[in-house]
């Protein structure tokens, strides 16, 4: 069993930066994937971000790529988001989740365990 706590999230005017953090508790990070997902109001959940769980593979949508880096450091439990540049479309609820593979998944419905959820709202 895993439990996700996430952190982070907030306000901020578009070209802003944020950084969200994830503590997981319970045994076996190491052995688990990481992902984080973002869902906007009305929308499905989708990939925003996964890496693996030794954090030599990752995985970006391209709609982040080259302004938010996913990160992880398997000795204090914690996977992290960091996003920069952000834009109004960025503005979503975003989810940590773990899935225990050693492989990089990018459906939501093969990760096990979730965070809570934290806002992001990116004004114009």
């Known amino acids: 069993q895993v439990q996700l706590v996430e952190s982070g999230g907030g306000l901020v005017q578009a070209g802003g930066s944020l950084r969200h953090s994830c503590a997981a508790s319970?045994?076996?990070?190491?052995?688990?994937?990481m992902g984080w997902f973002r869902q906007a109001p009305g929308k499905q959940r989708n990939i925003v971000a996964a890496?693996?769980?030794?954090?030599?593979?990752?995985y970006y949508a391209d709609s982040v790529k080259g302004r938010f880096t996913i990160s992880r450091d398997n000795a204090k439990n914690t996977v992290y988001l960091q996003m920069n540049s952000l834009k109004p479309e960025d503005t979503a609820v975003y989810y940590c989740?773990?899935?225990?593979?050693?492989?990089?998944?990018?459906?939501?419905?093969?990760?096990?365990?979730w965070g809570q959820g934290t806002q992001v709202t990116v004004s114009s």
């Open positions: 890496i693996n769980w030794s954090g030599g593979s990752t």
């Open positions: 319970g045994r076996g990070f190491s052995t688990y994937a």
């Open positions: 989740a773990a899935d225990h593979t050693f492989t990089v998944h990018t459906t939501w419905s093969t990760y096990e365990y």
